[in-house]
């Protein structure tokens, strides 16, 4: 007899956290069948009320050992135009073997350049109307709610759901 597989993860970076919470969905968000995982210094970054909301929600919260924040920092002195905290979580999906959401695209650049798998949070989106956590009109709703709060999103992309997705 085969053991399960390993549900699949999710590193989540800064600006997916604060996308999703700021179209009320970060909570549903939880409910795909994947491990949430957000670095703690990502946690930290978040406004206490948020962070906490977070891990409240269902977010592991992953720490690093002193030998991974130096390799981090030494990676942050050569990729200067991706923040530190984006960098733990790079690493932590380097290390969790997981898919990173990110929607800032020198963390893509950077993550698919080292064969990580790499999504953002318009794919977030799909699988929670593909997995009927969302309906098509709330989704379209959060997406409304994220680009009212700048968030930074490809504009051919979105209007491509929104007309798909409805009113």
Do not use: C
């Amino acid at each position: 007899m085969t053991s399960p597989s390993p549900q699949p993860a999710l590193v989540l970076d800064t600006s997916v956290l604060i996308d999703l919470y700021h179209a009320h969905i970060l909570i549903v968000t939880f409910r795909l069948p994947f491990r949430m995982l957000a670095p703690d210094v990502i946690i930290d970054e978040l406004r206490a009320d948020s962070g906490r909301q977070v891990v409240q929600d269902g977010a592991e919260v992953a720490t690093f050992s002193p030998d991974e924040i130096l390799r981090i920092e030494k990676l942050a002195r050569k990729h200067r135009r991706v923040s530190v905290n984006d960098l733990f979580a790079l690493h932590l999906a380097q290390r969790e073997r997981a898919v990173l959401i990110t929607g800032d695209g020198s963390l893509r650049a950077l993550a698919e350049s080292q064969d990580v798998a790499v999504h953002g949070v318009l794919w977030v989106l799909d699988e929670l109307v593909n997995g009927g956590f969302l309906s098509q009109g709330e989704a379209a709703n959060a997406l409304r709610a994220m680009q009212s709060h700048k968030a930074r999103l490809p504009h051919k992309e979105v209007l491509k759901r929104l007309a798909a997705w409805g009113p």
